[in-house]
């Protein structure tokens, strides 16, 4: 959920998080006070003294919020439904400073599940970041990897990042494009 104006956050704990665009893991000690300028897909991008912070979903607490939900998988669920949850899971992950998922900015340039039986699956994925020298590279990388790894069965994820073909605006979805202005 996104809104217009910036809400007031406390934390309640010390907590690492990330500075934006940095990608750097510092910690904010208990009372920082600041406001939340995003919560999408389960984290949180805060605002700090002039500094953009971005709180993993798994440290909701600190700043009273919830963690996201674990994804389910029904019994007897299909190749498809594995695929579809696989899709869904990338579209958790945001770019910290702006509210669009990966998938709609264009990183995502393929991805494929793999299954040797029905209690292991391999997940490839090949992306890029809107500019090779992204701070929050790294950081997008091993989101993808945790977000797949929630997925029941789902036991390797492997990402290889790339800068062929050089991201660009029209990989952008056109929702995602409205929704900037990058029409």
């Known amino acids: 959920m996104l809104s217009n104006s910036y809400a007031p956050v406390r934390f309640d704990r010390d907590c690492e998080v990330i500075m934006v665009p940095e990608g750097e893991t510092v910690e904010l000690p208990a009372g920082t006070s600041g406001y939340l300028t995003q919560s999408l897909g389960g984290s949180f991008t805060i605002f700090v003294e002039g500094r953009l912070f971005r709180l993993n979903g798994d440290d909701a607490d600190a700043i009273g919020k919830q963690p996201p939900p674990r994804p389910q998988v029904p019994e007897g669920a299909s190749d498809e439904d594995y695929e579809d949850l696989v899709h869904h899971q990338l579209t958790t992950i945001y770019d910290p400073e702006i509210p669009i998922n990966i998938v709609d900015l264009g990183l995502i340039y393929d ?59 029209s990989m952008m979805s056109e929702a995602a494009r409205l929704e900037t202005g990058m029409f």
């Open 111 to 169: 991805c494929q599940v793999h299954h040797a039986d029905p209690t292991h699956r391999k997940v490839d994925v090949l992306m890029t970041l809107t500019a090779p020298g992204c701070g929050m590279g790294e950081i997008l990388v091993e989101d993808v990897k945790d977000r797949l790894k929630l997925i029941p069965t789902v036991e390797e994820v492997n990402v290889a990042l790339t800068f062929d073909p050089p991201w660009n605006q």
